[in-house]
């Protein structure tokens, strides 16, 4: 029982691996099969009013600057029941993007496996694949890195403030032993952190209602799966959501997508609705034209449906 619920464990980690590599959509660049999301009405005019601009020479327009250093200082984020985590630094890897360095000590007679449940970074929502175990009586370091496709996506360059909800299970049974309070760190870029994405204010607005705010980016039409659609999504509700979908049609043709994204009060997110190539095939479909569903607001704790969306109808170019 125990290597069957690890096993299974292991595929929905492998499968945000791929979520995450997906999000790759979330870049601003819209070459490579990204076509805009557009109010038709809005494209009729803009097509009759459009002025092209002459394009600034490349040789004066101003280089692009690096990224600064970002770093913390060590500092205890949980103690508590015997496991204590201490963040000791910032780290980076060339695949995985930026992250935070962890020890974390296991001083109990339990083996003990630490997940993280939400982790918000400069207020977006970012996807994070930490998972680790740590035998009683012993210790660990750990990276907790960032998704950087999404932070690409929201504009960050400078981590400044970084926001975990850990959970901390028996790693023999699963079962959940505490979940710590919400800890933030601020970084020494927390003066100037990037907390506004220009994407953000692009697109169309699909839903805004009780403080839930979706905007559609662009569709990707090369997605890792098959096609993406990419959100920014606000919430101000005073309540953590659970986003989805469903009725959704591309050209007509219904399909079945893959859609569930969480976004706590006060907080913001880029995330894709993926439909994957094999529906879009089944169907006939070699470019995405049209589409139309319709979205539902979960409570993120309880499931309790706070409102729908009723159909939503866009189209690409």
Sequence with gaps: ????????????????????????????????????????????????????????????KEPETGMEEVTIEEQVLVEQDGVKITATGMTEDTI????????????????????????????????????????????????MYFTSNQLEAAGITNVGQIEIYFSIYDADTFKKLFDPE???????????????????????????????????QYVDENSIWGAAVLLYIENTSGKNVQIGCDNMSINGFMVSPMFASTVYDGKKSFDDITIFSSNLEEN????????????????????????ESGTVNFSVN
């Design 1 to 60: 029982m125990k290597n069957k619920i690890a096993g299974k464990l292991w595929i929905v980690l492998v499968f945000a691996v791929f979520i995450g590599m997906a999000l790759g959509s979330g870049s601003k660049d819209k070459d490579n099969g990204k076509k805009e999301i557009v109010d038709d009405a809005a494209t009729e005019e803009a097509d009759e009013e459009q002025v092209e601009e002459p394009e600034e020479p490349e040789e004066s």
């Design 96 to 143: 995985w993007g930026e992250g935070v360095m962890l020890l974390i000590e296991n001083d109990t007679d339990k083996n003990v496996r630490v997940g993280c449940t939400a982790l918000i970074v400069n207020n977006y929502m970012i996807t994070d694949l930490f998972s680790t175990s740590v035998a009683a009586g012993k210790k660990v370091n750990e990276a």
């Design 182 to 216: 919400r800890v933030v760190i601020e970084t020494s870029a927390f003066d100037h952190m990037d907390t506004e994405a220009e994407a953000g204010v692009t697109g169309k607005e699909l839903y805004n209602q009780d403080g839930i705010r979706i905007v559609g």
């Design 284 to 307: 006939g479909i070699e470019t995405v034209e049209d589409i139309e569903l319709n979205f539902n607001i979960y409570e993120a704790d309880s499931f309790k449906k706070l409102g």
